[in-house]
């Protein structure tokens, strides 16, 4: 049923409505009991309340609009295109976003809740200082967005695509499987804590001052990475592959490794405290200076290794395989330190 430009069409069901006026044009298909808006007047009209709720914005090309601190509550803006707007500090709650792209808009400081989609595209969009929380994406594009100071809580990101440079995203309890850094990737300050990450690529990837605390990574393919002191304490890198990796300084306290490859890596001074590394491989790996205090080290392969200083303070080694590596200077077992970590106070 067509309807005359500027006017909102409330409709049980539609089975095919063409809207077309200067700055927006909207296609619907069956949009139950929504409104359905046909040009940009008649959004801006209802946007005046500062809120659109249960309204329709799917198939609509909109360019241009200027809807800054609206709250869109229950928004269907599935294969939706917005284009060279400004929705800064907006926020979107219970949102559906499938085949749904933005396109060099800003929505720098909003916030997105309970949100769902597949195929969603943020192309040299502004997602600066943006909160996310409860959302649920798939086949996600973030590969010309700026993300500096982003943060997320409770959400699942899959298969995203992430921007080369990045700055400040912080990430809690948050699934993001099977993701993808570009080779040449330049990540500052990102924190991740209680993260499940299996499955990522970031090879030959640059990690400056970046952390991972408790978080799943599990099969990481991360040959030629450069992180030196990063932080993957607590982390699970079960049979991850960095290989080749500068990791100097990087702490990898009580972090599970089994199966993990480290050959040829730099881990001069590295921390693997309390690591697991049963199966792992640090063949030809410089761990010159690394603090290996209470390793179990299980069956891993030191062979042709650098352990020039390193401090093996009641580590275990007794199935390790350390053919031909370099063990001179090594600081064994302290005694009396080992005794004070081990006293207990006596219960009367």
């Not at 640090?282 to 010159?288: G, I, K, P, R, T």
């Amino acid at each position: 049923m067509p309807c005359r430009p500027g006017w909102p069409v409330w409709k049980a069901s539609v089975s095919r409505a063409h809207c077309w006026a200067t700055a927006v044009c909207c296609r619907s298909m069956r949009m139950d009991k929504q409104t359905i808006f046909c040009d940009a007047e008649a959004l801006r009209a209802r946007a005046g309340s500062g809120q659109l709720a249960g309204v329709s914005m799917a198939g609509g090309h909109y360019v241009g609009l200027d809807l800054s601190g609206m709250r869109f509550e229950g928004v269907e803006a599935s294969s939706a295109l917005f284009e060279d707007c400004t929705l800064h500090e907006t926020a979107w709650e219970g949102g559906r976003f499938d085949q749904t792209r933005f396109v060099r808009c800003d929505l720098a400081h909003s916030r997105f809740e309970g949100c769902r989609g597949e195929d969603v595209s943020f192309e040299h969009t502004d997602l600066g200082e943006t909160w996310w929380q409860g959302c649920v994406l798939a086949q996600v594009n973030l590969a010309t967005a700026r993300l500096d100071r982003m943060a997320a809580m409770d959400c699942t990101f899959a298969a995203v695509r992430w921007p080369q440079e990045l700055s400040g995203l912080w990430l809690s309890n948050c699934r993001l499987p099977a993701a993808r850094l570009e080779p040449g990737s330049n990540w500052q300050q990102v924190q991740v804590q209680d993260c499940q990450l299996e499955d990522w690529q970031m090879e030959h990837a640059q990690l400056n001052q970046c952390g991972f605390v408790q978080c799943a990574m599990d099969r990481l393919q991360a040959a030629g990475l450069q992180a030196p002191y990063a932080a993957f304490w607590r982390c699970s890198l079960r049979e991850a592959v960095l290989s080749g990796a500068q990791l100097g300084g990087t702490n990898f306290e009580q972090a599970d490794l089994a199966g993990a490859v480290f050959d040829a890596s730099n881990l001069r001074q590295a921390r693997l405290v309390s690591a697991r590394t049963p199966g792992a491989r640090f063949v030809a790996a410089d761990l010159s200076q690394a603090d290996l205090s209470h390793l179990e080290a299980g069956d891993a392969d030191f062979s042709q290794a650098q352990l020039v200083l390193a401090n093996m303070h009641d580590a275990h080694f007794d199935a390790a395989c350390l053919t031909g590596s370099d063990r001179s200077r090594i600081r064994p077992t302290d005694a009396e330190r080992l005794q004070a970590q081990q006293w207990r106070p006596a219960h009367p």
